[in-house]
């Protein structure tokens, strides 16, 4: 498996534990409904996060250090800062899912 599956895996894994844990401390709650608006920006501050953990803190992934010592910005607005292979910021996404969905 490559270095990037393991890491979008490990993030995945532990955004589920998180979520099973939050959910165990609030058994009342039913759903696990959250807006886009709050999902989107927490996966990538976790994948950015996991990314720096493990450039900084390995030489077997020098990748990761590489890609986020550079700046990355937004392919549609060319302004806010990405980490690096996304393609959109939060607000050019969340634009872009409702133009998809007809959403004004």
């Not at 996991?50 to 803190?57: A, E, I, S």
């Not at 990355?72 to 393609?87: D, I, L, S, T």
Request: proline share 7%; glycine share 6%; hydrophobic share 35%.
């Amino acid at each position: 498996m490559e270095p990037k599956e393991r890491m979008l895996n490990a993030v995945d894994d532990a955004e589920m534990a998180f979520w099973a844990k939050i959910a165990e401390a609030f058994p009342e709650i039913t759903t696990g409904d959250l807006p886009p608006d709050v999902v989107i920006p927490l996966r990538i501050q976790n994948e950015n996060a996991v990314c720096c953990w493990l450039g900084g803190n390995s030489d077997f992934f020098p990748s990761f250090r590489d890609n986020y010592d550079k700046e990355h910005f937004c392919e549609e607005c060319g302004e806010k800062m990405v980490p690096a292979g996304v393609k959109l910021c939060v607000d050019c996404c969340r634009e872009s899912n409702n133009r998809e969905m007809g959403v004004d």
